[in-house]
C-alpha cells in the first residue's frame, strides 16, 4: 500500500487564472490527490436543467495536468436554492417540528422521494460525463452524512417512510409490532400501520422500542440514500468510491454503508472536537488544546479502518485553526505533521489536507488552510512538505492484524442513548474508556463490527455495552479462542428492545451468570473495589484497587469472581476464557482487570507513560508525544509533537 | 383502622395461565389489595364502542378468588390510539403551543369536551357493569392527575373554557376584569372576553393577575374532570373512591379535589424523588442516595392525609430501583419495610407495592417490581412479606391531633411561581424549610389546608408565605388559642393580586407590622442575625445566630421584636401571640425562632440526631434511622434503615 | 446648562381627586419635570378612532399649573387589545419562529406597513392636539426600542422588508449580493432577491454575511419607525425630542437614531443590570449588590452624551428594588442620590426618577418609586429632595472635552456576535475593559462613534474591536495628532464581512503589521506576557506583567514590539503614535498598556483605589466611593456612597 498526500480543493471560489499555480503548487508540496466538486450544484446546474461543465472540465484538466489525481464529489449535500421551488417540503424537520432550512448545508431529509430523485438525476449526469475515461481518480458521495444531526429527521416524509420501513420488519402485522414492543402498556395499541407517528412530541418518553425502530429507520434511509450514489457511479465507472465520515457521529451505521464503498475516509479535526466531543476534562482540555486527545483520533482511526474493511482515508486534515469549535486555538507547531504520521500508523492510505486556500468568505473563512488568504504558505504547508519528503523513504506499509479486537455496534449507541437508564451513560464512552485503557497499556488495537464471527488470531476479544447481541455475535465469542470480556448489558434486549426472561441476561453458555437488577449512581459516588477478592480468581493489588460506579448491576450465579467490591459482591466474573463485567469501571479498575486478562492471554503489555502513545503496523513501531513538553519513554525523552517510526524488529 | 398491604397489577401484561398463580403468591405474602385497569382502556375498548369485558371479568375474578381485595382503575389517563381519529386536537399544547401527543400517557388536555364526554362514556361503562356486587372494593379516578406536567396546557380548548371560566368570575363585565387586573398598565385593556388570551408567548412576563388566574383555571378544570368520574362512579357503587397523587405535584389543589374523594393516595418513589424534586444539595443527595430524604415522604404523608381527611394511603410504594429518575440506584436493604412503616406511622391505612411483576417491554421495563421479570422472588418480596408479618401484631393503629398546625396552600405556590421576585424562591421550598425545622426538634405535625377555621388544641400554627389570607382564615388565625408563625409575604396580595394599600400588608389585627418595601438577594449574601436582639422579646443566644437571606421585606411599626439582624433591623416581631417573620431564615434561624414559639407555647421539642426521625400516634411513638450507618438516638443505638415502634406512655 | 430632577408619572393609574396633590409633592421635592403618557395609548383611542383627550388634558394642566415641565411620550410601545383585531400578524416573530404576542408590551414587528401607519395616525392627533402652545416642554418617542430582545424580528414583513432593503443595497443585482457574499461557498446562490430568507432557522450557521446584513437591516427599521414620529412631531411642535434608550441594549445603532433626536436619555437600572448585563463576577455582584458596578452607569452616561450629541438625560433612574432583576435588593442609603450626582458629573442635563408611586397592580407591582403604593414616602424621596437642595447651590454644568476618546460601534457589536469566532468573546465586553482600565487610572473619557473624523484635542484614542473600518475613520486616525490604540481585529473584515485580502488587515499606512492568523482560547488558557519585551519599545515591569487570552492573532511585520508573550510573540507593536494590538489582555496587561500610551501622550495618570472612581467637568471634580465600605482615596476617607464635588483648580 502506498502512503500519499492530498487536498481539498474549491476551483469555484478562485478566479480560473490562478488555478493552474495552485496546481502547481500542489503538486510542489508533494501531494498528490485532490478533492473537488462536492459543494459545487449551483454552479454545475445553475438553473434547473442547465448543466455548466465546461468549467468543471477545465479544472479536471488542470489538475491532471498537474500530474494531480482528482476526487470527485457529487453535490448532493448542498442542493441549490432553486431545489427547494422545487421541492418545498424537502427539508428535514428537528425533534420539535421545526423546519431545518435553506442557508447553509445539508438541508434535505434522506426520505425525501422527490430529492432523492433530484440526487440520482446529477449523478447520473455526473458520473455519464466524467466516470469513463481515467481523469477522476476516485469518487465521494455527498459530504459527511449525519454532520449537524441531520441524519434523524421527524418530516411527513420520514413518517410515511418509517411507517413503510415497519410494515416491512413486521410482515404487514400491525399485531406482531403491538406484541413486539409491548404496546398493550399505556395503552399504547395501534390498529393500523398508518396510525404509528415519529416518536417525538410525546408526553412523556415514548417507548424505547418504539424510538430504537426509528433510529435503526434513519440510519437505513442514510444507507439506501447512499446506495443510489453508489449504484449509480459503478455503472459508469471503476474508479474506487468514499464518503468523508466524522469524528463521533454514530447516527448511522458506519459498518453498513462501509459495505457499500470501497474506500472508507474521515474528517479529522483533533482540536476542533477536542472542547465537545471527546469528553475530555477542563483539565485535560488546556493540557490537550494545541494537540488533541491522544486517542480519539487513534480510535476513529481504527474504527474507519474496520469500515472501510482494510483501505482508508484521511478525507480531510485539520491544518490550522477551524471556525467551528467552541474555542479555535492554533495547533503546537508540528502537530499538522504529527497527525498525518499518526494517521499512516493507523493504516492510512492518504491524507488530504482541508483545504488549499483560506476562504475569505462565507461560514468558514475563519479555517485555516494551506494557504492563507492572500495565497501566502500558511504555516501547515510547510509541515506537509516534510510529510512528503519522509513519505520519499518510506512510502509504503502493510497493515497487521492487532491481538486485541474491540467491537463497536451503531446499534448498541442508539440503544444507550434511546435508554441510557442514568444520565450521562453513554455506550460510545464506554467504548472509548476501554480503548483508552488499552492504549495505556501500549497495545494496538483492531475495532470490528458486531457482524465479525472470525475471531482468530485475536488473543483479547472486547465487547463492552453489547445491549443487545444476534445469535451468530453470541456464537462466535463463545467459540472464541482469546481471552472475551462481555459487559456491563451485554444482551440485555431482545431485537425488539424487551428484557429477556426465558434466561436473564448476559446467558453466555458456560458462564454460569445472571443479572437480577441493575441500578445507576451519580458519578460522584463511586463504589471501591477490593484490594484481594474473596474466593476470587481475579487481581490482587496493593495499589489503590479502582472503583465501579454510574452503573452496577446485580448478579446472581456461580461464575468465579475476579473482580469484586470491599464489600464483596461480585463486579467481574469469568469461566477462565470469558469474563463479564457487571459495571463501569474506572481508569484503574479497568486497567486492573485488562492487565490480567492480558496476563491470562500471554498478551504482553508495557505501560505508557503519560501523553505517550505507541502502535505497530505489520513492520514499523510508531511513538507519538501527546504532551506539550518533552516526556521521557521507552524510546528515548520526546519532544513535543514527536513522532518516532522504527523498524519492527521481526526475529 | 386496620392496617393493610397491597400491590399494582396488570393482568392484561400477562399470560392469563398465569394470573391464578400471581394472584395466590399476593394472598402467600400477605397482601390484601391490589389495584387493576388503570391503564387498560385499549384492550377494554379495543375499537370504538366494542367493548371487551370478558378478559377483564376472569382477571377480577381470580383476584377476588385469591382473597384480594380490587381497586378497580379508571383507564382515562391512557386513551386509546383510536381516540386521537374521534378528537384529533384533544392533546394539550405546552407553553410553546407545541402539541402533547399520543405514544406515551396522559395525552389529552383536560378542557377538551369531546374528550372528556369519552371519559364519562367509559366510566358509566365501568360503572355499570362492576359498580352492582362487591367485587369492586374500591375504586381510583384516572392516574397521577398532573404528572409529567399536565394539569396547565395552552390548547384552543383551554382558551375557550379560560374565557368562560372569566366570564364567571367577573359576572361578565370586562372593566370589572380590567380593573381588577389593573389593565391600564401598559395599555393592556380587554374590550370583550373572547380577546382574552392565555399567558403565554408574550414579549415579557405577563400580567401576573392573568398569569394566577389562569393557574386557578387549570386547577379548576382538573377537579371537574374528576368531579365527573366521582358522580358516576358514587351512582353505581358504594365502594369508596380515590386517586392517586404524587410527590410534589402542587398544580391543581389537591385540598378542592381531595373533598370529593374518599380516600387520599399518593405514589412514593423514595429515591426517584431525591434527585430533583426534593431539593437536596448534592451531598445529601449522596448521602440519602440509598434511603431517600428524611422529610420529603413524612411531608407527603402528612400532606395527602389533610386531602384525604384523614384517609390515605400509599397507592404505589417503590419496591427498587425505578427507571425514571436522573439515577436510578437500589434501596438499600430493608428500606422498603422502613418506608412501609414509615406511612404506618403518619396513618396510612393501605400500603400497595409499585408493581407486583417488573414488565419486561416498554417504558418501565427498568421498574423494579416485588417479581423480577422472570416471576422469581425480587428483594422487595420478602421485606413486603416481613411487613405483613409484623402487622398481625399490630393490626390497627389510630392517629391523633398533632400539637402543631402547617398550613399547606396549593394558590399560594402558584402565586410564588408566578412572581418570585427572586430566583429560586419557592413556596413549597419555604414550606418545606418550616416542615423539616420542626421534624428536627422532634415535632409531631398536621399539615392543614387553608379553609381550615378551627385551630382548637394546636399549640403552635405556622402559616409561613400565605400571599393571599381569605378573610375566614385570617380570624381564624386571629382568634387561635396557639402561637401563630405568619411570614414573609403574608396577605402581601389580595384575591386579584394587587398589593393592599389601604393598609399595607401583612394587616393582622393586634399585630402593629406593615410591610413598607421588599427585597430579593442572592442566595449567597445571607445577613447574619443577632445574638441578642436589642429591645426585644426574643431568644437571645450564643450559639451561631443563624441568617435572613434570599428575601427580606422592611417592616415599620411598633410590634416588638423577636430576631434582628446584627445590624438592628427587625425580622421577626409579635405581640405575645401572633409572630410575623419578615424573611427567608436559614435552617439555624428557623430553629432559633420555632423553639422560642415552643417555649413560649409550652410544647416540649426534643432535638434529633442528624438523619434520626420520630412520629407519634394516638398510641405509638416511632423512631427511624435514616442514615446509611448506624446512629445514637434517645432510644438508642438504630441501625440503617431502622424502624422503632414502642407504644406511647400514657400516663 | 441647568440641572434639574424629575419623575415619570402615571395620571390614568390613579384616582382623578389625587392628581392635583401629586403634583404639589413633585414640586416640593424640587422636581421640575414629569413625563407622562407612554404606555397609555388604550386610554387616549378606547376604541378605534375613539379619542378621549379630556382626561389627558386634564392631567396635563394639572402638572403645568403647579410648574411641571411636561414630556409627552407617543404611546407606540404598547398597542391596544384592538389594535391586534385589525393587524392580526403585526407581531415579531423569535428565532424559532414563534409569535411574540400581546399580554405585555413592544408587541410589534417594526417592519409592519400596517401597523406603522397606525403609529403615524396616532402621532399625528398627539402632535396635532399638544404641539402648538407651550404645555408641553419635551416628547419622547416610544419608550425602550430594542428592550426585551425586540429590535431583531424574523417575521414575513421583516423578510419582505429585508428584500427589499438588500436590493437598494445592491443595485437590484442579485449577482452582487451573491458575489459580496461569497455565496458559492456551499452552494448558496440565489437566482432572485424573493429568494432570500432570514438568517434563521438554518441547519447550520447562516452565512455571516447573510445575519450581518440582517442585523444592519433590523436596526435600520428602528431607526426609520422612529424618523416617521420625529418628523410629525417636528411639524407641530418646537419642543425637544428624547428617546429613552437603555442598558446594554445594542441591537440597533444608537449613534443614527441620536442624529434625528434632539436629546438621548436612557433608563439607568445599576443593581437591575448587575446580574444579567455587567458581566460581573459572583464577587462582585456580592461586593455591589447594592450600589451597582462602578463603571456600568458611567460607560452608557459616556455613551448616550455621545448618542445626544451632548445632551442628554437620565429618563428614569432607578429608586429603590425593581421587579425584574434576577435578585432585586434595595440600594445602599444614600446611592438614589449617589446615582444621581454621578449622571450629573457625567453631563446629564436632568435625572427622572421612575416612577413617582409604586403601582400596586400588574408587571411592575414589585418596582419601588419615589412613594410608597399607600402614597407615603418611600426612602427615595428624601434622597431626591436633598439633590434637589444641593442643586439649589450647584444649579449648571458645562461638560469639557475629555483627553481620552473611546469609540464605540454598534456595526462592531453584531460583528462580534454573528461571528464570534471563540464561545463568550464580546465587542461590549471588550470596549468595557478598555473603559474599566481607563477608568481605574482616573481618566475622563469621551465616548465617541465611528463615524468621528475629528480627534483634535485627544491625546488618547482608543478603537479596539473595529472589525471593520470605513475609509473615512481609517483616515482620520492616521492623521491623529494622538496616540491612537487599535486592535484585536481591526479592519478585519470589508463592508461585507469579507476578509481583506489584497492586504491582509489591519492595513494602516505606516504600520507595518499583518494578522495572518487568529485563534481563540478557553479563558481558562491565559498566556504570560514577558516582564520586559526583547527588542521593544514598549514598558517593562517587574510587577506581575498580565496576561493575554481568550482571542490571539499572530502578527508579521516590521512594527516594533511594545508587549509580548513570555516566549517572544508580539502582542502590541507600534509605530511610535499608532499601537495596534492583537489579543485580549487581561486588566493587568491593559492597564500596563495604557500606563505606557498615555507616558507617550503625556497625559497624567491617577491609580483609583479600589471602588473609587473620579471624573472632571469642565469646572469640577467629582469622586465617588462605590464600596460598601469607607475607603481612603486622594480626597480623604470617602464614606460608603460618598460624592465629593470640588472646583477645578484650572490655573
Redesign the interface.
Known amino acids: 500500500m502506498q502512503r500519499t498526500l492530498g487536498t481539498c480543493y ?1 476551483p ?2 478562485w478566479r480560473e487564472e490562478i488555478w493552474e499555480d495552485d496546481a502547481k503548487r500542489m503538486a510542489q508540496t508533494g501531494l498528490s490527490w485532490v478533492r473537488i466538486g462536492e ?5 454545475i446546474e445553475t ?1 434547473p436543467g442547465q448543466l455548466q461543465w465546461e468549467w468543471l472540465d477545465r479544472a479536471i484538466q488542470t489538475l491532471v495536468s498537474a500530474d494531480l489525481k482528482v476526487v470527485l464529489g457529487t ?1 448532493t449535500a ?5 431545489m ?2 422545487r421541492h418545498p417540503d424537502m427539508f ?1 424537520l428537528d425533534q ?12 434535505y431529509c434522506f426520505s425525501h422521494e422527490g430529492y432523492r430523485a433530484e440526487c440520482r438525476r446529477i449523478v447520473q449526469l455526473l458520473a455519464e460525463r466524467y466516470g469513463p475515461g481515467d481523469q477522476i481518480a476516485a469518487w465521494q458521495t455527498d459530504n459527511e452524512y449525519g ?2 444531526d ?1 441524519t434523524v429527521s421527524y418530516s411527513t416524509a420520514a413518517r410515511h417512510a418509517f411507517v413503510n420501513w415497519l410494515r416491512d420488519r413486521y410482515g404487514d402485522d400491525i399485531s406482531a409490532l403491538n406484541k413486539a ?11 393500523r400501520f398508518e ?1 404509528i ?1 415519529l ?1 417525538n ?10 424510538t430504537q425502530a426509528f433510529r435503526r429507520f434513519s440510519s437505513d434511509q442514510v444507507i439506501s440514500f447512499n446506495k443510489e450514489q453508489v449504484d449509480i457511479l459503478r455503472a459508469h465507472s471503476d474508479a474506487p468510491i468514499a464518503h468523508n465520515y466524522m469524528g463521533r457521529v454514530t447516527d448511522f451505521d458506519h459498518h453498513k454503508i462501509g459495505a457499500d464503498l470501497d474506500i472508507a475516509s474521515w474528517d479529522s479535526y483533533p482540536l476542533g472536537f477536542l ?1 465537545d466531543r471527546v469528553g475530555a476534562t ?1 483539565d485535560d ?2 493540557r490537550y ?1 494545541r494537540q488533541g486527545d491522544p486517542d480519539f483520533q487513534a480510535f476513529h482511526h481504527d474504527l474507519y479502518r474496520a469500515v472501510g474493511r482494510g483501505r482508508w482515508w484521511v478525507m480531510e486534515q485539520q491544518p ?2 477551524v ?1 467551528w469549535a ?5 495547533p503546537l507547531p508540528g502537530m499538522v505533521r504529527f497527525w498525518t504520521w499518526e494517521a499512516f500508523a493507523h493504516g492510512a492510505e492518504t491524507v488530504c489536507y482541508f483545504r488549499w486556500r ?9 479555517h ?1 488552510g494551506l494557504l ?5 504558505d ?2 501547515a504547508l510547510e509541515e506537509a512538505r516534510q510529510v512528503a519528503e519522509e513519505l520519499t523513504e518510506a512510502p509504503s506499509a502493510a497493515v497487521a492484524q492487532a491481538p486485541v479486537a474491540l467491537i463497536f455496534d451503531y446499534d448498541a449507541e442508539w440503544a444507550w442513548q434511546v ?1 441510557p ?3 450521562g451513560l453513554s455506550y460510545f464512552d464506554l467504548v472509548m474508556d476501554h480503548y483508552r485503557a488499552l492504549r495505556r497499556l501500549g497495545l494496538t488495537i483492531d475495532i470490528v463490527p458486531p457482524t465479525q464471527t472470525d475471531f482468530t488470531g485475536y488473543a483479547l476479544i472486547l465487547a463492552p455495552g453489547l445491549i443487545h447481541m444476534a445469535d451468530e455475535l453470541r456464537q462466535a465469542l463463545e467459540g472464541a479462542e482469546g481471552q472475551v470480556l462481555l459487559g456491563p448489558r451485554s444482551g440485555a434486549r431482545d431485537a425488539d ?8 441476561p448476559p446467558a453466555i453458555d458456560g458462564l454460569d451468570v445472571r443479572v ?7 458519578p ?2 463511586p463504589v471501591a473495589l477490593a484490594q484481594v477478592p474473596e474466593n476470587s480468581t481475579g487481581p490482587s493489588t496493593s495499589a489503590p484497587p479502582g472503583t465501579v460506579g454510574k452503573y452496577m448491576e ?1 448478579l446472581e450465579g456461580t461464575a468465579a469472581p475476579v473482580l469484586q467490591t470491599a464489600d464483596g459482591r461480585p463486579v467481574a466474573v469469568s469461566n477462565g476464557s470469558t469474563t463479564y463485567c457487571a459495571g463501569w469501571l474506572d481508569a484503574t479498575g479497568l486497567e486492573r482487570l485488562l492487565t490480567h486478562l492480558c496476563a491470562t492471554a500471554a498478551l504482553p503489555v508495557q505501560r505508557m507513560p503519560d501523553g505517550v502513545r505507541t502502535r505497530k503496523t505489520a513492520t514499523e513501531e510508531f511513538w507519538f508525544n501527546h504532551l506539550a513538553k518533552p516526556t521521557d519513554s521507552p524510546v528515548g525523552v520526546l519532544p513535543p509533537a514527536a513522532v518516532v517510526r522504527r523498524p519492527i524488529d521481526n526475529d
Open positions: 474549491y469555484e471560489h459543494f459545487a450544484w449551483s454552479r438553473t453535490p448542498t442542493p441549490p436554492r432553486w427547494v421551488d428535514a420539535n417540528g421545526q423546519i431545518r432550512g435553506f442557508g447553509s448545508r445539508r438541508h454532520c449537524h441531520t414492543w409491548g404496546n398493550v402498556f399505556w395503552s399504547m395499541e395501534y390498529d396510525q407517528d416518536p412530541l410525546t408526553v412523556t418518553e415514548a417507548n424505547p422500542a418504539h472542547e477542563p482540555q488546556r488544546a490550522g485553526p471556525n467552541p474555542y479555535n486555538p492554533a483560506q476562504a475569505p468568505f462565507a461560514q468558514e473563512q475563519l485555516a492563507r488568504p492572500d495565497s501566502a500558511a504555516p435508554q437508564h442514568g444520565a428492545f424487551n428484557i429477556p426472561t426465558t434466561t436473564l437480577i437488577a441493575v441500578e445507576s449512581l451519580r460522584d459516588m446485580m
